[in-house]
């Protein structure tokens, strides 16, 4: 009979999980000849059925947040509370909030599910990397406008990069977005954009809440929050930093973050020149 135990390990302040299988062995006249044994490292198995579990478990807290209020306002609407029309406007308008999020959610899940399969097989152009600036700043200029932030950019017209312009658009985009909800009134907000060698850095720096050290390598997590309470006063899904992470890999670049609570953060995409692979010419003439 075979058996099958796991068996956690420490190995240089690391635990790692070991399959343990076995089984006796037996000659042909029934005699115990001794015993098989196979052992397998599992943590990473274990672990990506972890990041599974969790991801399911979030999701479905995520998505049924707003379901319960929309469900909530709408029972509420069809008992006799509607005839008041200054309270079923304002439910009615809590229900558009929580539809949106909803939609929201699903979409940032689409985004993450299709940059995953498209991995690093993206259309990539050559593009003036202050236009894209511009547009992903026009996209947030309401929303920081209301808070009366200024966005900046040092940026050289010049600067031209072989990019997927609408995904690294929609990088800058939830990069800013995140630095104008996670600041007091007033602050600033600086894009600076730096040609180096081989690489592009794209650096956006704001003076706003900090994070502390110790989250910041759960950061790109999905859904992972910071603070729980104030993000989703906030709003978002909680998928923003991660679509980034998604959309900077698909470049074969990284995307780094320098943080102190109370002062600001900084994140640093770094893009290395896209190289055509070059076509083998037995593939080339079929």
């Known amino acids: 009979q075979r058996r099958t135990r796991e068996l956690e390990c420490q190995q240089e302040e690391r635990t790692k999980i070991i399959q343990a299988s076995g089984r006796a062995l037996w000659n042909s006249t029934d005699d115990s000849i001794g015993a098989l044994i196979v052992m ?3 943590t990473h198995l274990r672990h990506l059925e972890k990041v599974k579990t969790d991801f399911v ?7 049924k ?3 319960t209020a929309i469900q909530g306002f709408v029972e509420t609407l069809l008992s006799d509370e509607w005839k008041h029309t200054k309270a079923a406007r304002r439910f009615l308008e809590i229900i558009r909030q929580q539809s949106g999020r909803l939609n929201n959610i699903v979409d940032d899940l689409l985004t993450l599910s299709r940059l995953e399969q498209a991995d690093t097989n993206i ?11 511009e547009n992903a700043i026009k996209i ?4 920081a406008s ?14 031209e990069w072989t990019i997927n312009a609408p995904l690294i658009e929609q990088a800058m985009v939830n990069l800013l977005s995140n630095a104008v909800k996670y600041s007091d009134p007033e602050k600033k907000i600086v894009i600076q954009v730096i040609e180096e060698q081989d690489q592009l850095s794209i650096r956006i720096t704001d003076k706003g809440y900090g994070i502390d050290q110790k989250n910041l390598n759960r950061l790109f997590e999905r859904f992972y929050r910071i603070d729980s309470g104030r993000s989703s006063k906030q709003g978002g899904t909680g998928l923003g930093l991660s679509i980034v992470k998604h959309i900077v890999q698909t470049h074969q670049g990284i995307i780094k973050v320098e943080s102190q609570e109370g002062v600001g953060s900084t994140f640093k995409i770094i893009l290395p020149a896209h190289r055509e692979e070059p076509v083998n010419q037995q593939d080339s003439s079929v």
């Open 140 to 143: 947030v200029e309401l929303q």
């Open 65 to 67: 947040t707003p379901i």
């Open 146 to 159: 209301d808070k009366k932030i200024k966005v900046e950019t040092d940026i050289s017209k010049k600067i």
């Open 40 to 42: 397998r490292d599992v």
């Open 57 to 63: 478990a979030n999701v479905s807290h995520e998505l």
């Open 123 to 133: 259309i990539r152009k050559p593009n003036r990397i202050l236009k894209v600036v």
